[in-house]
């Protein structure tokens, strides 16, 4: 790519950041649109609606940065919570490390690589002058200059370890003062257990009741058993639905919509009153409910979640193995009642260790096939076939400017498509792994888009040929550092151009929100939707973090080889950091809190690109021909990976579980506090199924529930 | 090799058998090798020793066979501990596979190997063919019969893990039940707390108690800071010697002895008696361990052993991380008294992270450059070297059957003499790696010595080239099926005779025990040793279970290419069965009880010969043209390594702990029970270092010890 070509590219995409800035600012401002853009300061009350019009509303402000700018990491914590810190720190890290990156980069290593004459160019202008010229492929082969490049791997290797180190450490220690201050929360004191064996003699009841308490007789607070409830919850969930467009009607002035009928979509049978339709259907679907609350008592699944009095005694039962056989009486942290996830509940051992084995294969499958259904797709979906599947559209696309956007835009389209599937998958995956939080399985989907990002976005490019034969290249650990030193260089301009589109036109595109505008419109204007019928979105980590990792791998990989990359990195983090702390403030409301339970994987991921830095490193220098500094290069991987293992031993635990330290601090804190008893007293019904509350939709109570199932023994 | 160079070699160690059992019933029958043959029954009391003279002692019997064969696992058991217990499982499991594995291999296979044309001989002489025609490279390429030895792969396979599970599963019940079987043990109750804070304000006594008093208010017993006392156990040691050899002096009637000088090795200065010169001696030393004794109390070591009152506490204060910061506080299993090893104790968590780093990288290079040494020793002892080195030598090294004796035995003797430093040497290793238990030291050179001679016995023979040659093989994944598949067939004759030699032979020498039996007789009948100066040796786990693992490794391996090594190794088998038993019975003491935690090894080894197994059948299929063979096998390591990871879920959890339902089911148990009380007093002085007790060689006195330190607390 020449470097014209490059700042049409960086130009196009800053007018459309400048763009989004611009509509979002003014956009904001409009009455309606505080659902769109500030949902959750509306779930709490905060919002404030000036319903007078003024001018001043249409003119594009920056008040919303300044306001995300001032904004404290303490206050960031208590309305966001940690995984929110945890989400702005690894940005802030990023920007530490590539600002420190892009000034070594920009001001030592680039004038040598441009004195470098190994590329030979046409040096009348410099806008045709390949951006290559820039990049170490231009330094001479044998040249002394190289060992700048050498000198940097080190230095930048050493500063992002020591940055990582510090990093580690004031979050874990951040991480345990936040333990301290919150308030007891009913997963602290409660364990999972899952396999009960089953006997006929007993219920599963009074096996879990007999086994902790003779194990915990001090202890031992009480159980919930697990049950299963996928067809209540399919019932509920059918009557809310019902219930609020009951509620939607009711309010609603459209007299048009007023009958429906009886049959098939409200296509055939006799005509009759909306509104006794769907109340009919209501009571049917409370009927049945009723029916089948009472008959789930039965349906006892050899899972509970049991409940101590301490922590610490939680802890202890956490901890230890329970019974004899390490397959039975599993247990494991159970996640706040909120952040429970039913579907896919598995209560038994083998089950959980076979579909995470099914699941782990088809991830490897997705990961390294992904690409080629997309290509197959892309190849059918030309011009020509479309006009023999819709051959009435040929008229249309015989128009050239048509027909060129088609083809210029389609296969991009489809590759995007594909793309923005992948999360969603990924939950799904992990959710199948038998996972029963929901905060485990986005931290399970995060992990698992993190490789399929790096692996179909970086690795992709980087090597050519099809995904087995990348594949082939990783059983040939070798030449594995040449391969990636004639790959990764001349793939650095199509990387700064992805940073530019991928990364800073799609963060202004999230602080936009374009979708959910339309939708929003759409929804109130066309379907009658009241205002209040909104979602307040929680983030997305399983798919924002991945994408601001793989900019640190971009940048990692590219600070020696390319360092014209950095600049366009920095102004993405810069971004991200405004964008990511106006959207905690005013859109995402945390749905669960895992105590920082990310930023292990942020290390790893950083780890993980050094490495892979160290050992294009190794393969530039030998292609270099000095194999001197290729062999130097060597040690660094090993020192690295010594580092990450000290900071897995050292830090590693905190992040896991807590200390008895913590623990049995915590628990003589709050001896004194009168409040326990009355926590302790709900504690036996945290755990209670939703689903087995009674349900009524009678229209003055907006589906009532209370808790139906008393515990089992207090 | 052809078939009759084969015969001479198995017919010579056929011999050396014989004779060495035949030695062995006769010899160990006569009064004075009961020291030799049976020190265990001695130091128990139980060795009849008949001191009339009869013909019949020497008529060689097979009584003691008869008396080995017949001992019941739980008689074994109450004698020798379950560590012994598994030993034998070892075999009796390798007997099972290897038994079921020659049959088919020379039933099945070996004619199937026989009646192939791919080889061509000259087929008049039997004993000339070359025993090649018996392994799978006779078979012709692409022949329809190679699908015989795939289905005898996926057969075995499933043979062998049949086994591993039952016996996985038949030694955890044994173990459990064991553990509810046995006495209370001091290391059940305690934890070994490495890694404590030092502060200045507090010494590391008071920090312990009131650590550990806060958390564990009502199960903390008591606790024992651990001291630095490398410098008394010297003293100490110095002086058991010199009593030793005081006591020897004063029984034996040598006069000539009586009198020494007290120079330089008794060589100069004044000519003095030789009782008085060490009781003199003695008494400095007594004085001297005293004053260090008195010294050694400010001394103390950041770490202590922690006594609780129930086994469930102490598992809780192991399971649970105790401190914030995960490298203080550290907790781990604390051994038995007598299992404690000192001298490498080091209590902080960086030195023990530090140097198991260095011993990884030490243990790795000793097993890859091993052989290098040795080729330049064996490079530099040749004849005419020695002739130099030893011109006096020339006229005896000239005589033609000397220097060919030299020339044949002089390279094997030196890699002999290499082979067995290994044992030590990694002894020494894992002893430099902070464990605290001679057990644990054991079990960890057990695994380093087992990569050691699967690297360099097998590998080392079957891959030709120098050692980072054959790492480099390691390098290529993609290549090993194919270089294995060429390299291990041709191996077949030699590992044949090495079973023979290294296998047969080295087990009835193992029984026979000739060098013992020397130096027994040397000391006694030479140096004036009294008869009851022996020792009670403990089974050398960390030699004997590699050579029993290597002997299964190269069955399994060979057992589809060359079924005819698998009647040598069934044979090795057997012997090994009577022979350990009846070691077991007379000479071995247990040292210390792990409760079978070396039988994960063996799992894990099998396995690994298995997936070999699977490597070698891939590359062998592929050789021999029938890829659809090849491809076949591929989902069998795979399935292989499932059921490991099924195995290792679970059945190593219970290897590793015992579970809270056993420990309060047997800290239950015991309640009632009076002579805990007795046992809690004894409990708090259990864990003394043995060199703070007071010495006192006085002649009546054979080395007083009583508990000079109480408890810290009680």
Same mark, same amino acid.
């Given at each position: 790519?020449?470097?014209?070509?490059? =700042?049409?590219? %960086?130009?196009?995409?800053?007018? =459309? $950041?400048?763009?989004?800035?611009?509509?979002?600012?003014?956009?904001?401002?409009?009455?309606?649109?505080?659902?769109?853009?500030?949902?959750?300061?509306?779930?709490?009350?905060?919002?404030?609606?000036? %319903?007078?019009?003024?001018?001043?509303?249409? *003119?594009?402000?920056?008040?919303?940065?300044?306001?995300?700018?001032?904004?404290?990491?303490?206050?960031?914590?208590?309305?966001?919570?940690?995984?929110?810190?945890?989400?702005?720190?690894?940005?802030?890290?990023?920007?530490?490390?590539?600002?420190?990156?892009?000034?070594?980069?920009?001001?030592?290593?680039?004038?040598?690589?441009?004195?470098?004459?190994?590329?030979?160019?046409?040096?009348?202008?410099?806008?045709?002058?390949?951006?290559?010229?820039?990049?170490?492929?231009?330094?001479?082969?044998?040249?002394?200059?190289?060992?700048?490049?050498? +000198?940097?791997?080190?230095?930048?290797?050493?500063?992002? $370890?020591?940055? =990582?180190?510090?990093?580690?450490?004031?979050?874990?220690?951040?991480?345990?003062?936040?333990?301290?201050?919150?308030?007891?929360?009913?997963?602290?004191?409660?364990?999972?257990?899952?396999?009960?064996?089953?006997?006929?003699?007993?219920?599963?009841?009074?096996?879990?009741?007999?086994?902790?308490?003779?194990?915990?007789?001090?202890?031992?607070?009480?159980?919930? *058993?697990?049950?299963?409830?996928?067809?209540?919850?399919?019932?509920?969930?059918?009557?809310?639905?019902?219930?609020?467009?009951?509620?939607?009607?009711?309010?609603?002035?459209?007299?048009?919509?007023?009958?429906?009928?009886?049959?098939?979509?409200?296509?055939?049978?006799?005509?009759?009153?909306?509104?006794?339709?769907?109340?009919?259907?209501?009571?049917?679907?409370?009927?049945?409910?009723?029916?089948?609350?009472?008959?789930?008592?039965?349906?006892?699944?050899?899972?509970?979640?049991? $409940?101590?009095?301490?922590?610490?005694?939680?802890?202890?039962?956490?901890?230890?193995?329970?019974?004899?056989?390490?397959?039975?009486?599993?247990?494991?942290?159970?996640?706040?009642?909120?952040?429970?996830?039913?579907?896919?509940?598995?209560?038994?051992?083998?089950?959980?260790?076979?579909?995470?084995?099914?699941? &782990?294969?088809? $991830?490897?499958?997705?990961?390294?096939?992904?690409?080629?259904?997309?290509?197959?797709?892309?190849?059918?979906?030309?011009?020509?076939?479309?006009?023999?599947?819709?051959?009435?559209?040929?008229?249309?696309?015989?128009?050239?400017?048509?027909?060129?956007?088609?083809?210029?835009?389609?296969?991009?389209?489809?590759?995007? =498509?594909?793309?923005?599937?992948?999360?969603?998958?990924?939950?799904?995956?992990?959710?199948?792994?038998?996972? &029963?939080?929901?905060?485990?399985?986005?931290?399970?989907?995060?992990?698992?888009?993190?490789?399929?990002? &790096?692996?179909?976005?970086?690795?992709?490019?980087?090597?050519?040929?099809?995904?087995?034969?990348?594949?082939?290249?990783?059983?040939?650990?070798?030449?594995?550092?040449?391969?990636?030193?004639?790959?990764?260089? +001349?793939?650095?301009?199509?990387?700064?151009?992805?940073?530019?589109?991928?990364?800073?036109?799609?963060?202004?595109?999230?602080?936009?929100?374009?979708?959910?505008?339309?939708?929003?419109?759409?929804?109130?204007?066309?379907?009658?939707?009241?205002?209040?019928?909104?979602?307040?979105?929680?983030?997305?980590?399983?798919?924002?973090?991945?994408?601001?990792?793989?900019?640190?791998?971009?940048?990692?990989?590219?600070?020696?080889?390319?360092?014209?990359?950095?600049?366009?990195?920095?102004?993405?983090?810069?971004?991200?950091?405004?964008?990511? /702390?106006?959207?905690?403030?005013?859109?995402?409301?945390?749905?669960?809190?895992? +105590?920082?339970?990310?930023?292990?994987?942020?290390?790893?991921?950083?780890?993980?690109?050094?490495?892979?830095?160290?050992?294009?490193?190794?393969?530039?220098?030998?292609?270099?021909?000095?194999?001197?500094?290729?062999?130097? &290069?060597?040690?660094?991987?090993?020192?690295?990976?010594?580092?990450?293992?000290?900071?897995?031993?050292?830090?590693?635990?905190?992040?896991?579980?807590?200390?008895?330290?913590?623990?049995?601090?915590?628990?003589?804190?709050?001896?004194?506090? /009168?409040?326990?008893?009355?926590?302790?007293?709900?504690?036996?019904?945290?755990?209670?199924?939703?689903?087995?509350?009674?349900?009524?939709?009678?229209?003055?109570?907006?589906?009532?529930?209370?808790?139906?199932?008393?515990?089992?023994?207090?």
């Amino acid at each position: 790519m020449i470097l014209s070509a490059l =700042l049409t590219s %960086v130009g196009i995409n800053l007018g =459309l $950041c400048l763009l989004y800035f611009t509509l979002f600012s003014i956009l904001k401002k409009l009455p309606g649109n505080v659902y769109v853009y500030a949902p959750r300061l509306v779930a709490e009350g905060k919002a404030r609606q000036d %319903v007078d019009f003024n001018l001043e509303r249409l *003119i594009p402000s920056v008040n919303w940065v300044k306001k995300a700018w001032q904004v404290t990491e303490d206050e960031l914590l208590s309305i966001s919570g940690f995984d929110a810190i945890v989400m702005m720190r690894i940005i802030i890290f990023s920007l530490r490390v590539f600002t420190f990156a892009a000034v070594v980069g920009i001001f030592v290593l680039l004038p040598f690589n441009y004195m470098g004459n190994q590329l030979s160019f046409d040096f009348i202008d410099l806008s045709t002058k390949s951006l290559e010229s820039f990049s170490i492929s231009n330094v001479d082969d044998g040249s002394g200059w190289l060992w700048i490049h050498f +000198g940097a791997v080190y230095v930048f290797t050493v500063f992002v $370890c020591y940055l =990582l180190y510090t990093e580690y450490n004031s979050l874990s220690l951040k991480r345990v003062e936040y333990f301290y201050s919150s308030k007891p929360k009913p997963h602290q004191f409660t364990v999972l257990v899952r396999s009960i064996p089953v006997s006929s003699a007993r219920s599963i009841n009074e096996t879990v009741d007999a086994f902790f308490s003779e194990r915990y007789p001090s202890t031992y607070l009480s159980h919930s *058993i697990v049950r299963r409830t996928n067809r209540i919850k399919k019932l509920v969930d059918n009557g809310d639905k019902i219930h609020r467009k009951l509620t939607r009607l009711k309010s609603s002035n459209h007299s048009q919509q007023k009958f429906t009928r009886s049959g098939f979509l409200g296509l055939f049978g006799k005509r009759v009153n909306v509104l006794d339709h769907y109340e009919k259907k209501l009571e049917n679907i409370e009927e049945n409910v009723r029916t089948e609350q009472s008959s789930i008592f039965g349906k006892e699944v050899a899972a509970a979640f049991v $409940c101590f009095k301490t922590r610490f005694s939680a802890a202890t039962a956490l901890h230890i193995r329970q019974a004899v056989n390490p397959t039975e009486w599993v247990t494991e942290l159970a996640p706040d009642p909120q952040d429970v996830h039913w579907p896919f509940f598995s209560a038994s051992f083998i089950r959980i260790w076979f579909s995470s084995l099914v699941v &782990i294969i088809a $991830c490897i499958l997705l990961t390294v096939l992904f690409l080629a259904p997309v290509f197959i797709v892309q190849g059918l979906a030309n011009l020509e076939q479309l006009e023999t599947w819709f051959p009435f559209l040929e008229n249309i696309l015989s128009i050239t400017f048509i027909s060129e956007v088609i083809t210029g835009f389609l296969p991009s389209f489809i590759l995007q =498509l594909f793309l923005s599937l992948v999360p969603p998958v990924m939950i799904m995956l992990s959710s199948m792994q038998g996972y &029963i939080a929901l905060s485990q399985i986005e931290k399970s989907a995060c992990i698992k888009v993190l490789i399929f990002t &790096i692996w179909n976005i970086f690795f992709a490019n980087v090597l050519s040929g099809s995904a087995l034969s990348r594949v082939d290249i990783i059983l040939e650990p070798k030449k594995i550092p040449e391969i990636l030193a004639i790959g990764v260089p +001349g793939q650095a301009t199509f990387f700064i151009s992805y940073v530019v589109t991928s990364g800073w036109t799609k963060t202004s595109e999230d602080l936009f929100r374009l979708l959910p505008l339309l939708l929003s419109f759409v929804k109130r204007k066309f379907l009658g939707y009241p205002d209040d019928d909104f979602e307040v979105p929680s983030v997305p980590y399983h798919s924002e973090i991945p994408r601001i990792l793989l900019f640190g791998l971009l940048g990692v990989t590219y600070f020696f080889l390319a360092p014209l990359i950095l600049p366009f990195i920095v102004i993405y983090y810069c971004l991200a950091y405004i964008v990511y /702390r106006n959207q905690l403030l005013h859109l995402y409301a945390p749905k669960y809190e895992t +105590g920082g339970k990310l930023w292990p994987v942020v290390h790893d991921s950083t780890i993980f690109s050094l490495i892979l830095m160290h050992v294009i490193a190794i393969g530039i220098f030998g292609l270099k021909q000095l194999p001197l500094a290729s062999s130097l &290069i060597i040690p660094l991987p090993v020192l690295t990976l010594i580092f990450n293992s000290y900071c897995h031993r050292r830090f590693l635990p905190i992040f896991k579980s807590y200390s008895a330290e913590s623990l049995v601090k915590k628990d003589r804190d709050e001896q004194a506090d /009168r409040t326990m008893n009355e926590f302790r007293n709900k504690l036996t019904s945290a755990y209670e199924d939703p689903n087995l509350m009674p349900v009524q939709y009678s229209s003055d109570n907006q589906g009532l529930r209370s808790p139906l199932l008393g515990s089992a023994q207090a």
